[in-house]
């Protein structure tokens, strides 16, 4: 409980509410203030309403008490011995006759509140989350194992259309995978390039192509889920890797380390698929974007809490698929042939796994617009409200707290009495956490970020996710895939 007295802020109990101090009172009339006043003062504190401090005596030095409207209120000069009244101590203290306790020895405000507790929030996901998975450091080899790897055939499905001079570096990288028994299934979604025709030109020097070609796409249903499906379908082997017609795989490893994924008995595996590093604020932003999508669904499947990943570079059995009935939940949605089968299938307890070795990973170039990321995004982005409930909690808290955090930072500056102090080290906390965090976590990743600039690379960002949740909540269709 606080009053403002004069300007100033005390804490404690009116007057004439407690027995007043001294041998042989007993208790204060409610209608005057406390008798002994004198004594009280002479001993460094006022009954009631006080402040801890040393008061002269003399009736014109000591606290004046004045009714109104049936209360008492404390009042005290504006100057004594000259001391003025803002050079005293501004903690409040409750005074009584068994003892003295202190208020906070500082006050925030609600904006300074706000920080901190956004603050709070960030440092428990990165203790709990993002450090454990920064700091692990799995194997980077897999040693080969032919025997191994014929009991455990994968078919390599890619989905392409219009994407000739994608596939151009994209197929021979597949072709060359050291790997003892697997196959590559091309899709060709209606296609108006030469694409067909240059897959049907590979099919005929390498057994192990299969090409799938589709004219057609039924009405309502989401084009690239229909050609995928159509592809695993047609895939001969029990394990399925997925990528891109527009990725190049960082090595020749690059299967092998995925495959090994199931050894654990894993029915999905998540890889790691970061953007090539380019020239531009933009292509800055995306890779910045990437690591910390990738931070958050590989940390949180390694606590056991897998929520989705990403097509470009993803493994599951085709179990898995045919136990979810496939894209049959979200078939008319543009976006989720990666995040809500994950979604599916661990909601029917299948088992994921991460892989994060350098070798195992696959290379994009990013969007070269902001146009064309900005449509990425929103597709993305469009599949959320699909998630389970746990797992939109767990995501939104994190967002949600980064971005109250800038908010409140905004509204610290124009608050009248800014609390430069509270601010600067709320920022400095936040900052050094930020930038330890993400720059360990690209190492794990293997994706090394400029640590100088993480710090506006995450305002940048999370200014955009706030932009594109509100397109997405005004304005709700998604863009078409290719």
Known sequence: MARIVDGRRFTGRPCGQRKAIGPGQGAADPDRPARSLA?????????????LGRLPSGPDR????ARHDGRWTVTRPPNINGISDASLPSAGYL???NSAVPALPFHLS??????????????????????????????????????????HPVS????????LEQLRYLMPELLQQDYA?????????????????????LTQYY????LVTIASTPEGIAPKKYALTLGIKVARYPYLLFTDADCQPASNQWLRHMARGFDGGADIVLGYGPYAEAEGLLNKLVRFETLLSGLQYLSFAERGQPYMGVGRNLAYTKATFMATKGFASHIRRLSGDDDLLVQDAVQLGRRTSVVTAAEAQTISHAPGTWGQWWRQKRRHMSAGPRYRFSDRVRIGTFILANGLFYIGTLAAFVVPEPEWVALAAVWGVRTSTVVATYAQASRRLHDRQPW?????????????????????????????WK
Request: hydrophobic content about 50%; glycine content about 4%; aromatic content about 14%.
């Open 62 to 65: 000591l606290p004046r008490f």
């Open 95 to 97: 005074c009584g006759p």
């Open 156 to 163: 390599i499905v890619v989905a392409a259309r219009n994407a």
């Open 207 to 210: 057994p192990n192509v299969r």
């Open 39 to 51: 004594s009280v003062v002479s001993r460094g504190a006022v009954f009631g309403w006080c402040q």
């Open 452 to 480: 100088w600039l993480i710090p506006v690379l995450d305002a940048g960002y999370f200014f955009a996710y706030s932009l594109l949740t509100a397109s997405l909540v005004l304005y709700r269709n998604p863009s078409r």
């Open 181 to 201: 028994q697997f196959e590559v299934v091309l899709i060709d979604d209606r296609s108006d390039d030469d694409t067909g025709l240059y897959t049907q030109q």
């Open 110 to 151: 609600p904006v300074s509140w706000l920080l901190v507790l956004s603050v709070l929030v960030q440092l428990v996901y990165a203790a709990y989350y993002f450090w454990p998975f920064a700091l692990r450091r799995p194997a980077e080899t897999a040693e080969p194992a032919p025997a191994h790897e014929q009991a």
